[in-house]
């Protein structure tokens, strides 16, 4: 029998109706249109603004997509992972409740978490699911509601950062098309400069600490932007050389969409021309796990069997890496 590989056969998505503009933003910090553009790439990201909705709302969404695009029954999908650097609630897994509210009542789920890494992990992880012959449908969502943790009073975050989600559907496949390569990485000594102090086990919120923003994202934007662009473009062209790939042989590059200038950097160092680069961060900031599977969507209609994606991203962490993927199907 050929060897399992495991191809994504499905692509789902889900973004919040309120835009938040740089227009808008300029009347809540001091910033304008024309730097957060040149800086960053961003022109507007999605806000999920109603009460008592969580990430699940986004990930559940995202997930009725890809169900009702594919016509699949929920029933099917054995295993289901959220990766997410925002979960609902502490103590309950939000892919659980995910899972059972698309209907998924036959699969078990668990929540993935390496911030803006959480969905390129995640591709690894279901790959390697579907490899071991295991399971043969494994739901893949990356979502973030970032808008939860975010000071909107702090300019360094208020302008990157938006809520999103997206879908993927892993499946067998004995053309040996799908996941190929990874190169995943991480260093803790990156903590430091990106993190959400309060709120977690090491320092749990205190009303004094809430008071001081102590619970929202912080982070030392220039060392994380050099650190993103150093080993995004390292994983990238490590990949590829050992892959013997040169820039001919890759279609497109799908990077986390952290600010557009990190993308170009890790396109430029494979001297990749530019529209083989994905880019979809004007629309939604970062959504941190929802990039990729976002990127996906958007793209859905231009990819082609066959087609050699390179999978890429940086967050904190610091967590990073590359994968090297052959798309499955003509959309
Ligand atoms: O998803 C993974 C995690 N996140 C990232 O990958 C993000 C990585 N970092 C970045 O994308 C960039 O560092 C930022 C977009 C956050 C900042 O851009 P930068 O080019 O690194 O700017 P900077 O922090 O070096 O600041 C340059 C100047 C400073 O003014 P002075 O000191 O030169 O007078 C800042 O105070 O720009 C100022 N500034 C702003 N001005 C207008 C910083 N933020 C803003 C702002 N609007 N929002």
């Known amino acids: 029998m050929s060897k399992i590989t495991a191809a994504i056969t499905g692509v789902g998505a889900y973004v919040p109706e309120y835009r938040l503009t740089n227009q808008i933003l300029e009347t ?28 699940s709302y986004l990930a ?15 029933k099917e999908i054995e295993l289901v992972i959220v990766a997410t650097a925002t979960p609902d609630m502490k103590a309950a ?7 059972t509210n698309i209907g998924a009542t036959e699969a078990f789920s668990f929540d993935l978490e390496a911030a803006c890494s959480s969905f390129l992990y995640g591709i690894s992880v279901a790959s390697s699911y579907i490899e071991s012959g295991k399971y043969k449908k494994v739901l893949l969502i990356g979502a973030d509601k970032n808008s939860s943790m975010i000071n909107y009073k702090d300019r360094a975050t208020c302008i990157i950062f938006g809520d999103g989600a997206g879908a993927v559907l892993f499946e067998p496949n004995h053309e040996g098309l799908g996941t190929q ?15 959400a102090t309060y709120g977690g086990s090491s320092y749990p919120s205190t009303p004094e600490a809430v008071a001081e923003g102590k619970h929202y994202v912080f982070q030392e934007g220039r060392t ?11 994983v990238t062209e490590r990949i590829l050389k050992r892959n ?16 557009k200038r990190i993308i170009e950097a890790t396109a430029n160092r494979v001297e990749l021309e530019p529209e083989k680069v994905m880019m979809n961060i004007h629309k939604y900031g970062n959504t941190t796990s929802a990039t990729l599977p976002l990127l996906l969507h958007d ?3 231009q990819l082609k069997k066959g087609d050699n994606i390179i999978f890429a991203a940086f967050g904190g962490g610091f967590t990073w890496g590359s994968i090297y993927f052959k798309w499955a199907y003509d959309s």
């Open 244 to 259: 013997n790939l040169t820039k001919d042989d890759i279609s497109w590059l799908a990077a986390h969409q952290a600010n």
């Open 299 to 301: 793209y859905e209609s």
């Open 28 to 55: 809540m910090v001091d910033t304008n249109d024309e730097w957060i553009t040149t800086r960053t790439g961003i022109k507007e990201r999605r806000i999920l603004k109603e009460d008592g909705k969580g990430t």
């Open 60 to 74: 559940i969404k995202a997930a009725q997509d890809l169900i009702d695009k594919k016509g699949i029954d929920p």
């Open 93 to 99: 897994s939000t892919a659980a409740f995910t899972a």
């Open 224 to 234: 994380v932007f050099k650190n993103a662009v150093f080993n995004m473009a390292d």
């Open 181 to 195: 390569d990874e190169l995943l990485r991480s260093n803790g000594e990156g903590r430091e400069f990106l993190q």
